[in-house]
């Protein structure tokens, strides 16, 4: 049971730090809550898919080609639907919904909403004390992990990254230095929804494809961020894994904990609220002061 915790955690917390540190990316840089987030991850799987079954390329050039389209998709979604009503929050956050219903009635049509699945990239499976974990598992974990550290890499010795935190901390200051702060913007959604492309090639051996797979993903998501602080990507990070051990332990420590999974993690953050409303590694904003 612990090793199948530690497994599922690794997995689960992964998978919940990449798309939150994207979410973040993008809410800390311009304010905006991007609830189409997770529906991007759903079209990648999507167009993975399609590339390997219907064109017949190999799975990793399918991966490639699925993280460019998304790319190429969320810069298209940004200057149509999101940078005419930037400034107005609550029109972003209804047009990012109507966005992810429109993504999700598109994969129906086109794949109907029949369940489909992906063979392993690596099959065959390693003995762990007597307990079998798949290489597909510990490839995902790895990738994940390398995706994380590529990101912290990124935003931490290059000059768009650091354009990207400078712009996070003080919009107005990084204009006045220099900064297009309108197009760091920009190559911020694109980073995010790339982000989410990748989270969908990572796990799309480990997951179910069908149209309403982004609904369950953006629960934990927002969960996530706001549990680690809106705009950190150190409280995502460790908020990923805080929420993926809590789903772990219920899951298999409480009779069809399967159930309460989503329940727990949503209780846990309503708590860490109550007692610290801007999150475990969030900032009180000034005009919230």
């Given amino acids: 049971m612990i090793s199948d915790i530690i497994l599922t955690t690794l997995i689960n917390g992964s998978t919940y730090a990449l798309l939150a540190i994207g979410f973040s990316l993008i809410f800390g840089v311009a304010r905006i809550v991007n609830i189409a987030h997770t529906a991007f991850y759903m079209v990648a799987a999507y167009c993975i898919f399609f590339v390997t079954y219907r064109l017949g390329l190999n799975t990793v050039l399918a991966m490639i080609v699925a993280i460019v389209l998304i790319m190429v998709l969320g810069g298209l ?3 149509i639907f999101i ?15 109507a966005l992810a219903m429109i993504f999700q009635e598109v994969v129906l049509l086109i794949f109907s909403g029949d369940f ?6 690596v099959p065959g499976y390693l003995d762990i004390s007597g307990v079998k974990v798949a290489y597909q598992q510990l490839l995902t974990i790895a990738m994940a992990l390398v995706i994380l550290g590529c990101v912290w890499v990124f935003l931490a010795k290059t000059r ?5 935190r400078a712009t996070a901390q003080d919009r107005e200051v ?8 309108a197009r760091v913007a920009l190559m911020t959604l694109i980073i995010s929804v790339a982000l989410a492309a990748l989270t969908g090639a990572v796990v799309l051996p480990l997951k179910v494809l069908n149209p309403h797979m982004w609904m369950a993903p953006l629960i934990m998501m927002m969960a996530v961020v706001v549990l680690g602080g809106l705009g950190s990507l150190k409280g995502s990070f460790i908020g990923a894994y805080i929420l993926a051990l809590s789903e772990a332990m219920v899951v298999f420590m409480i009779p069809k904990g399967a159930f309460l999974r989503e329940s ?19 900032i ?6």
């Fill in 77 to 79: 979604t940004y200057k």
């Fill in 83 to 97: 940078e005419p009503i930037r400034e107005h929050e609550a029109a972003v956050l209804i047009a990012t919904i």
């Fill in 116 to 121: 489909r699945t992906v063979p392993p990239m």
């Fill in 160 to 164: 768009l990254g650091l354009a990207i």
């Fill in 174 to 181: 990084a204009n006045l230095m220099g900064m297009n702060e």
């Fill in 264 to 282: 727990v993690a949503l209780s846990i953050m309503i708590l860490v609220l109550l007692l610290k409303p801007e999150g475990l590694f969030g």
């Fill in 284 to 289: 009180v904003f000034e005009e919230e002061r």
